[in-house]
């Protein structure tokens, strides 16, 4: 049996045909397409002939549509079908028209299938190459290719899919991470999901629903089955997804159709469309899901969807994103939001058993926006509701179409009694092994363990188990941390310092007063004549004579007036006295501060103990406090490393100058 690498360089050979009326950033639009054909017409082949007979004999009946689709299906022994005599095999007979030939047969499909190849847009490429002469050439090595699923198991096609896709989005220069997430991260996120759920799964005729808002090629819904093939649960696990790339989405569904992924029965558990504006799981009755698992895109912007998004958002609670709005240019945390929004009730007695997530992120939802910010409002609402389980660092260099470091979130509305109330920070930043080849910004994996038969990866460490396992002991360690939820927490308090404001009247200054409000003549000069021209260090004295002569001269002046004069005719001076206002002073903006202080500590005695001593006429503003939250992962897990002597760091200087001089000295010679 072929290894899917063998099949991938097999299908990439064909691909370089291509060459010419196609660049290699646009292979994919031919190769994925035809491969889902391929595949699609090896199945089908055992069945073929019963379901010709079958169509041609319900000709003229009345049932059709879906009905017909319903009946041929079962004749198919499938979910779905072709009713064409044609195949590729037969395809090849009739060179000269074998674009309308092929176009004929795509078009016999069932509907599920003809939906899939409407989004691959695949018409505009058979015209493309028969135009180019090459469509037979390409539909003739196809046809070589055996991809029957006596020769290629499921597993092995859901391999082979991944390995195409990474390539094509590769040479595309695409932002792979987008629509391919690596194996190894996803068995991971598939073990930390189902971990500890054995007792849910091991129950016959037990149904449990996961879904991927972002699920792009599928790959994450596919390893959750496999997963539960692996072991040997007879629960039954209908996977569903939404995403918003034609090609990807085209991919993922066909991919579930070839591969016999369950579902409930309606064939509609893969959907397209933007998940933030079209929300396919609305529907009430359907829009409970007992596990998520996604990676959207890093850093999606939101900014063609604003304006729906903040009008949900204003919804409050019955909207999806009632607890806050991230920045415009990362949307992460609307989908962990919108998945939420979805968890399954936690009443075990009504057999509803809540939800559980997991989501890969990038260092920025941790800790980007401020108390009272959109992001730490989000984090706030999760936190305090006590969904967040865990956070799992992954190595740098993961991702292939980036190097940053990665996250994987653990969210879920039914902890154990033993993690309720604490929040797991696991560090497997360190567990990984070189790839044996980069591909793209991917130097590193995560080690899976033995190869499985058909694999042809070589024996690897199970670094998998091994952060599964740290997870699962739930300990505190040197890559492991227990924390208490509000450790995360603090209150961002204002802290102000008084205004001081010194008084001068000057020519200049009258002036420019007057040029601004003239109609002050009288006042202006009653002023003059009684305060003078000197510096005077108590406005607040100032401010009282002020008063008094426009008192006595029956004037009463607008608020802009005395804001006016007040900015025409004051300084700020750190050695005049405080202004005062009502029973307390004036706060000068320029001078105001804030402290984040934890939560677990108190307010009062933080401010008596870090802030006074050094700023001893301070005082808290106590009615603007902000709660926030964010999760500094480096602190928690930083190790100090001693700076080297300057005895090493003069050796090794001296080492380098004379590495130097040898060098030149063979230059010069």
């Known amino acids: 049996m072929a290894t899917h690498t063998n099949l991938a360089n097999l299908i990439w050979d064909i691909a370089n045909l291509l060459r010419g009326p196609y660049r290699p950033p646009q292979y994919e639009r031919v190769m994925l397409p035809l491969v889902v054909l391929r595949r699609f017409d090896c199945v089908l082949a055992d069945t073929k002939a019963a379901v010709v007979a079958e169509a041609k004999r319900r000709e003229g009946s009345k049932i059709k549509g879906d009905a017909l689709d319903s009946k041929l299906n079962q004749v198919a022994g499938h979910r779905f079908h072709n009713r064409s005599e044609l195949d590729f095999r037969r395809l090849l007979g009739d060179p000269d028209n074998l674009n309308r030939h092929l176009q004929t047969y795509i078009d016999s499909f069932s509907a599920n299938v003809r939906k899939i190849f409407e989004y691959f847009e695949f018409t505009a490429e058979i015209e493309r190459m028969h135009e180019a002469g090459i469509l037979f050439l390409i539909v003739k090595e196809f046809a070589a290719v055996d991809l029957h699923p006596n020769a290629v198991k499921n597993e092995q096609m859901g391999l082979l899919f991944e390995n195409l896709i990474r390539r094509f989005n590769e040479l595309a220069n695409e932002t792979a991470g987008d629509h391919f997430t690596p194996r190894e991260v996803i068995t991971l996120m598939v073990d930390l999901l189902f971990y500890d759920d054995d007792d849910l799964f091991v129950k016959e005729g037990a149904v449990r629903t996961i ?87 890093f850093g999606v912007d939101w ?283 004036e706060p000068d903006p320029d001078l105001r501060d804030f402290e984040n202080v934890p939560l677990k500590v108190d307010v009062e005695a933080f401010f008596e103990r870090e802030v006074l001593p050094h700023v001893p006429d301070a005082w808290m503003d106590r009615t603007k406090d902000k709660v926030g939250y964010e999760i500094n992962f480096n602190r928690h897990f930083y190790k100090f490393t001693p700076p080297r002597s300057l005895a090493v760091i003069d050796a090794e200087l001296k080492e380098a100058e004379e590495e130097i001089l040898r060098l030149l000295r063979e230059v010069t010679e």
């Not at 790959?219 to 990807?248: F, I, T």
């Not at 369950?262 to 933030?276: I, K, R």
């Not at 601004?516 to 003078?532: T, Y």
């Open 211 to 297: 879904l991927d808002p972002a699920c792009g090629t599928g790959g994450m819904l596919a390893e959750a089955q496999a997963y539960m093939r692996r072991h040997n649960s007879p629960a039954k696990l209908y996977v569903y997804g939404q995403d918003y790339n034609k090609r990807a989405f085209a991919t993922a569904a066909s991919d579930m159709l070839m591969k016999q992924v369950d579902h409930n029965g309606h064939g509609e558990n893969v959907q397209f469309g933007d998940t933030f504006t079209e929300d396919k799981f609305a529907e009430e009755g359907k829009n409970r899901f007992d596990y998520f698992i996604a990676n959207p895109p």
């Open 303 to 585: 900014k063609k969807q604003q304006k729906e998004i903040v009008a949900e958002h204003e919804r409050g609670k019955s909207g999806r994103f009632h607890a806050g709005l991230p920045r415009v240019n990362d949307g992460s945390l609307l989908f962990l939001q919108h998945m939420i929004s979805k968890f399954e009730d936690y009443t075990p007695a009504k057999q509803k058993y809540g939800s559980r997530a997991a989501i890969v992120f990038s260092g920025s939802p941790l800790f980007t926006g401020g108390a009272g910010g959109g992001e730490s409002n989000i984090r706030k609402w999760i936190i305090e509701a006590d969904m967040l389980e865990a956070i799992i660092a992954l190595p740098e260099q993961m991702f292939y179409n980036t190097g940053i470091g990665t996250y994987i979130w653990i969210v879920t509305n039914r902890k154990a009694k033993a993690r309720k109330g604490k929040i797991q920070l696991v560090d497997a930043r360190d567990t990984w092994i070189p790839m044996r080849r980069s591909q793209g910004d991917k130097r590193r994996k995560i080690g899976e363990g033995p190869a499985l038969p058909g694999d042809d990866r070589p024996d690897e460490p199970d670094q998998i188990a091994d952060i599964v396992r740290r997870y699962g002991q739930f300990a505190q360690g040197e890559q492991s941390k227990i924390f208490d939820n509000n450790d995360f927490g603090y209150t961002r308090v204002t802290v102000e310092r008084p205004l001081r404001l010194s008084y001068q009247m000057t020519v200049e200054d009258k002036a420019r007063f007057l040029d601004a409000a003239p109609h002050l003549l009288d006042d202006i000069q009653a002023i003059d004549k009684e305060l003078g021209r000197e510096p005077l260090l108590d406005w607040n004295a100032v401010s009282k004579v002020i008063e008094r002569i426009l008192k006595q001269l029956g004037s009463k002046w607008r608020a802009a007036d005395q804001k006016l004069f007040r900015s025409v005719f004051t300084t700020k001076d750190a050695s005049a006295e405080k202004v005062r206002k009502g029973k307390g002073f």
